[in-house]
């Protein structure tokens, strides 16, 4: 038996039938040229952590989820430039 690692109930099989198909597309999103472009852009513009401000090893945050908002995936408007210890912070790990 396994754990999804999205809502961690157990399930059988190839995938948690509850979270199937969810993230399928933001996974899309964040493959695709325009979205490297993207990040790459806000990484340039804004060069320090958005909460620490820190200047090494940025990614880019979206304040809204791209799975629940992915309509809002490019807008600059919901992303943050963030270090990586901020990042993981504001995901909880």
């Not at 690692?5 to 199937?20: E, S």
């Not at 996974?27 to 909460?51: G, M």
């Not at 401000?53 to 919901?78: Q, T, V």
């Amino acid at each position: 038996m396994k754990r999804c690692p999205r809502c961690l109930r157990a399930y059988h099989g190839n995938a948690c039938a509850r979270c199937a198909g969810k993230g399928v597309y933001a996974a899309r999103l964040r493959n695709s040229h325009q979205w490297k472009q993207t990040s790459i852009r806000i990484r340039i513009e804004r060069p320090a952590c958005e909460d620490c401000g820190e200047r090494i090893s940025m990614e880019c945050h979206h304040k809204i989820p791209a799975d629940d908002r992915p309509d809002l995936f490019f807008d600059e408007m919901n992303i943050e430039a963030l270090c990586v210890e901020c990042h993981k912070r504001r995901h909880g790990k």
